[in-house]
Structure formats: C-alpha cells, structure tokens
C-alpha cells in the first residue's frame, strides 16, 4: 500500500528491479539505498532529524524511562513539563523489501508483504524469529486479516490478484480475480466480503470471498491507493493518491458519493472505532486530515512528517499513529485534538504499520530498511508551557520531587513551580544574575551562584528567605552540594571554593584550569568533576589535589553514572564523552545536538536528557547504545532540563 509513494505514480509501471534504486534515491533526497541491505543504516535514519545523527551501525532501542523533564527555556521565557511516561521499546527483524503488514492478534504473529521477492513472511512477535516465506502473487502490496485472525487476504499489484492465505497452515490458497493493480484492501465487518483499491483502473471492486464472485464495480477518483471501510460496513472510504481526494461509496448499492478534497496526494487512510472520523495522510504535503462523518466535513490538517504514507488507530479512538517514510518514524497522533507527539525512530523507511497485542503495541514495516520493527509505542508530548518572565536559566528539584526551582536570571530571583500542578509560588529575591542553583538533601536550603554579584546566596526554603549571602571567586557559574558542604566554580578566577553549609564559611580557592562552569561530586563524595569550557579539559579533584585530568572540548555538563564507572560529560561542540572513571580516559563519544547546555541522567543511568540550546530541543540519547531516542521542541534557547516523577499532565 504505502510501497506506491517509494515510487512516483508515472514510474509506476516500471519493472521495480530495473527502476528500484533511482526511484527510492529520489524519495531519499538524492540517496541512494540498496533494497538487499540486510539493515537501514542508522547515520542516514537520523541525518536531518534534528542534527541528531546515531552511531552507524548501533541497534536502535529507546527506553522506558517515566516521569516528566522539565526543559528550561531561556530566550522563551518559559518552562516546559515533558511526559516521558510512554517512550516506547523496539526490536527488529530482517526481511525483503517488506511493503504491508498485518497481524494475527491470536499468535501474536505479523505477516509482512514483501513486495519484491513476492512472498509474504510470518513473524513471530514473541520471539522475533521469522518463519517460512509463503508464495503468493507478484508485487504483494496490502494485507488484512480476517475478523477472527483465520485468514489473511494479501492484493498483488503486480499480478491483479487477491490471494487468500489459511493461517492455521501457512498456505496460499486459490488466487482470487482484482481489478488492475490492486493496491489496497478493506474487508465487510463480518469478513464476508473484500473492497480492493484498484490503483491502474481507478476503481474499486468489491469481492464476495466465499466464492470469488465480484460485487461490485465503481469508479473512483484518480489512482485509489488505500480504502477503509467504516465499523458499521455501510461505507467505504477511498484515497485517491492522484487526485487528491477521498470518495465515499455506499456499499450496499455500490453508488460513489461526492468526491472530498484533501491534503496532497492521500495515501493511507483510517476510520476510528466509533465510526465518527477518518483520518487521511497526505503523502505530498506531509499532513494528517481528518474527516468527520458520517457528514463527510473535512477539517483542518495538521503536519505529520515529511511523506506519511499509513495511518492505523487504537481500538479506544484516542490515538492514531502515522508512518513516514523519509523520517524512518512513526508519529503518534491524539485523535481528539490532533496534537502530535514525539515522532519514534523506527527504521530508514517506514511505510505501513498494524496494531500487535493492544493498542500500544505495533508491528511497522520499514521497506528501505528491509526489516520490521515491533514497537511498545506511547505519545510523548510536551504539556503546555509554564511563562517565567526573566529568562529562566537554571533549575533543582527538591529530594522529594515535588518541587522545581528555577533562577531568573534578569529579576535577580529564583522561584518554586510545583511539579504535580505546574503551579508557580513566590519568587525569593537572591544575588544579581544567579546562574546556578543546587539543593541540599534536606530540601530545606537552597545554594543558588549570582554570576554577576559574584556571591553566592543561601536561601532557608522553608521561610523563603535568604539566609547569608558568600562571597567567593569572580563569576561563579556551578555549584554541587555533597552533605553538608557546597562546591562553586569560579569562571572568571578559575578557581573552585567549598562552602560549609553548617557554618557558611568559605575555603581558600583551589585553582583550576581557565573557564569552568561544570561541577560533579562522585557518589561517595570523595572527589569532584570539574569541567572548564574554555581549557577543554575535566579535572578530576580529591581534597584540594588534581588526581587527573583528561582532554573534553567545550565540556557544559557532568555527572557521575549511578554505577560509579563513567563521568558522562556533555560539549557544547555536540557531544556527550563517556570517562571511563578507573582510567580517567574517553571511552565512548555519541552525538548529543547542536549546541547542548544542560543535561541529566536518569536513574539507571542510561538515558541522558539534553538541552540543545542551537535547536530548542530536548533530546535524549541511549548512552548503551550512542543513538537518539527523542529529539522533542520545547521552547527558543533551552539551557536546562530536570526529571520529576510526577506532572502536571
């Protein structure tokens, strides 16, 4: 089905082998893909997706992290709560040139199209392990099981059949007579009778499966490429690929109704559980259109991707998730409102997808990729934004993750947003432009570094007040808490102080190397990271000894891995250095945006969130794996991100 936007309508005809690589070179940008490839590369997957390019060659896997970050976003003025409650998993399987899949809710087994090799092969979703390939017609494009998961029924565009396929068995049966190039297939709710998308006659056939005979024949708008038929089985709903529309038939006489003007060239499309809306995707124009019915009113679209070429939607009506080729992605859509989520990463062309197992599981057909990817898929959406006038530029949340606080740097304040509600409290005036900020782990105080002032202030939470104010070094841009002491690097003097939170006195500077502005203590508290931007190095501190240093461009963030064994440190020159802490050198680099500030590990240490100050982005990488798991806009001139378990979604 989706397989006809790989190739443009006029190529059509056109012997798949003779035009394949100039054709998917041309939906590629200029590409070009080797369809035997036993895998997509995942560098070409991600390039262009928000400068976000992976590892070659890493398995993609995105994690299940939950909770909500919290992106700061300093040129917007605003604050951001992400949920990251349903970030989806995934494994793949390696097939040929697969076009169309469909699954077997029963066996939990995808049977995929695959389009050059004329077969189609069965899946195992449980063990991911692929079955015998089973013969059907030439150019297998779209496949539908049948309502009690007994049968498939696969259109073969390339020999103008329909071929039905007893599962029990895995064995094609007698080839049923289509229409010419049959793209698409939609069976009766009772699975009684089959409507076939007939994309080179510009027709759509109807086709009782008991004995082959045909129903009906009605013309249709321009190269039918997908067909949908509503949960009542009173009416079928055609995109018509090049003619931009959508016809309605009323099936019981067979009678085409007045034609709907969609998006640019529709190539997918889906009708919800109660019958009330369908959902069309503009291949050309990138875009989603619904249409409410049985009205037929077609509303406004909303951009999805770049070439959606599928659409499907849970069983609850709540969520449609779109394919899109070019991206490699799949895009979860709420129904409701149209709001898109994250878009997942789930190979180099992704063109069709089914649902596997419940509403959240989805078996995807990557046909440049040649594999199927299986996705524990959710909608990762940005909450609307929390407006802080005074550029927020910092944040802490406290032990019990109830609260963020979060420095404004031009009011000179720093001010609390409850984490359940997203709730603003009252802003406590500190030191002239605070550009750090930590929290003890009592929750009761507060070490925020004022930039400017170059003081540090020390704010009693519990009164909203400010309690002292330190003076340390010049410039003082990071600050760590360990216990009860403070750490504070000194940008302009280059040098780090410790603070006793107990007493408020300051220790005697220890120098470091020019420009720091990154701080970490381990988790013993024995020695602290110190990363200096402008010498390019980390230092690695115990006492007031260097026990190390090793060579990081640009470093703007540390931490230290929950399991004690790497330093993760993010560069403003777009990357995140893995420091292997035994021997103090790189072990891994991944690339982590453009221009990243700010960042957090999760819990496990494996998911690292990052501020892409260049894109506005909040991304999160796979530090297991090197890849990008998400790339999500949150605001102009991010700086910083923070993880709450709760939210205010």
């Known amino acids: 089905m989706a397989n006809r936007a790989l190739r443009?309508?006029?190529?059509?005809?056109?012997?798949l082998a003779a035009a394949s690589?100039?054709?998917?070179?041309a939906a590629l940008g200029g590409t070009s893909v080797a369809l035997a490839a036993p895998r997509g590369s995942a560098a070409a997957r991600d390039s262009g997706?928000?400068?976000l390019p992976a590892i070659a060659g890493a398995p993609r896997q995105t994690l299940a992290v939950g909770g909500y970050a919290w992106a700061i976003n300093h040129s917007a003025s605003t604050v951001t709560p992400v949920n990251l409650d349903t970030i989806a998993t995934a494994g793949s399987v390696a097939t040929t040139s697969p076009d169309a899949v469909a699954v077997d809710t029963v066996t939990n087994t995808a049977y995929v199209t695959n389009y050059s090799a004329n077969t189609v092969t069965p899946i195992d979703l449980t063990t991911m392990k692929a079955g015998k390939a089973i013969a059907v017609g030439k150019s297998p494009d779209g496949i539908v099981m049948s309502p009690n998961d007994s049968m498939a029924y696969v259109v073969c565009y390339g020999s103008d059949t329909i071929v039905p396929i007893t599962l029990a068995i895995g064995v094609a049966d007698k080839a049923i007579p289509a229409g010419s190039g049959p793209a698409a297939i939609a069976l009766s709710p009772n699975g009684d009778d089959a409507y076939v998308a007939d994309?080179?006659?510009?027709?759509?056939t109807g086709i009782d499966l008991a004995n082959g005979s045909a129903l009906l024949h009605t013309a249709v708008g321009s190269e039918p490429s997908a067909i949908a038929v509503t949960p009542d089985g009173s009416t079928a709903y055609v995109a018509n690929f090049g003619a931009n529309t959508v016809t309605p038939i009323t099936l019981s006489s067979g009678v085409a109704g007045a034609p709907l003007t969609v998006g640019s060239a529709p190539d997918g499309i889906a009708i919800t559980s109660?019958?009330?809306?369908?959902?069309?995707?503009?291949?050309?124009?990138?875009?989603?259109?619904?249409?409410?019915?049985?009205?037929?009113?077609?509303?406004?679209?909303?951009?999805?991707?770049?070439d959606p070429t599928s659409v499907v939607i849970t069983s609850n009506a709540q969520t449609?998730?779109?394919?899109?080729?070019?991206?490699?992605?799949?895009?979860?859509?709420?129904?409701?409102?149209?709001?898109v989520g994250h878009a997942l990463s789930v190979?180099?062309?992704?063109v069709s997808a089914a649902f596997s197992g419940g509403d959240e599981s989805l078996a995807v057909a990557d046909y440049t990729g040649n594999e199927l990817t299986h996705v524990q898929a959710g909608v990762v959406v940005a909450e609307p934004s929390i407006h802080l006038a005074g550029e927020p530029g910092a944040a802490a949340v406290t032990p019990n993750g109830e609260t963020i606080w979060v420095t404004l740097n031009t009011k000179n304040e720093i001010v609390p947003i409850e984490a359940a509600t997203g709730a603003v409290g009252a802003p406590i005036v500190v030191g002239t432009d605070p550009d750090a900020i930590a929290i003890d782990p009592t929750g009761t105080e507060a070490v925020v570094a004022n930039r400017t002032s170059g003081n540090v202030s020390l704010v009693d939470l519990t009164t909203g007040t400010v309690s002292s104010t330190v003076t340390v070094g010049s410039e003082p841009e990071a600050v760590v808490i360990d216990g009860t002491d403070a750490y504070v690097a000194n940008y302009g003097s280059a040098s780090v102080q410790e603070i006793n939170l107990t007493s408020d006195a300051v220790d005697k500077p220890i120098t470091v190397a020019s420009g720091p502005d990154a701080l970490a203590v381990s988790p013993s508290g024995v020695d602290i990271l110190v990363g200096s931007r402008t010498s390019n190095t980390v230092t690695k501190i115990e006492g007031r000894n260097n026990k190390g240093t090793v060579a990081i461009p640009s470093p703007t963030g540390l931490a230290y891995s929950p399991d004690k064994t790497y330093a993760d440190v993010v560069t403003y020159s777009g990357t995140i250095q893995q420091v292997r802490l035994k021997t103090f050198k790189v072990a891994t680099t991944s690339a982590a945006g453009s221009l990243p500030l700010g960042f957090t590990l999760d819990p496990t240490g494996v998911a690292a969130f990052v501020a892409d100050a260049g894109t506005g982005d909040l991304n999160e990488i796979n530090l297991s794996t090197g890849t990008s798991v998400l790339s999500l806009a949150t605001g102009s001139g991010i700086d910083a991100v923070v993880l709450t378990g709760a939210g205010p979604g």
Not at 8 to 15: E, Y
């Open 199 to 204: 994309f080179l006659s510009d027709q759509v």
């Open 49 to 51: 997706r928000s400068g």
């Open 320 to 339: 449609a998730y779109v394919t899109d080729f070019h991206t490699g992605t799949l895009v979860p859509v709420t129904v409701s409102s149209l709001q």
């Open 8 to 15: 443009p309508r006029t190529r059509r005809r056109l012997p």
């Open 347 to 350: 190979g180099t062309g992704a």
């Open 21 to 25: 690589a100039a054709l998917c070179a």
């Open 274 to 306: 109660d019958g009330k809306t369908a959902l069309v995707v503009d291949y050309t124009s990138g875009q989603l259109t619904p249409i409410s019915l049985p009205d037929n009113t077609v509303g406004a679209s909303v951009a999805v991707g770049t």
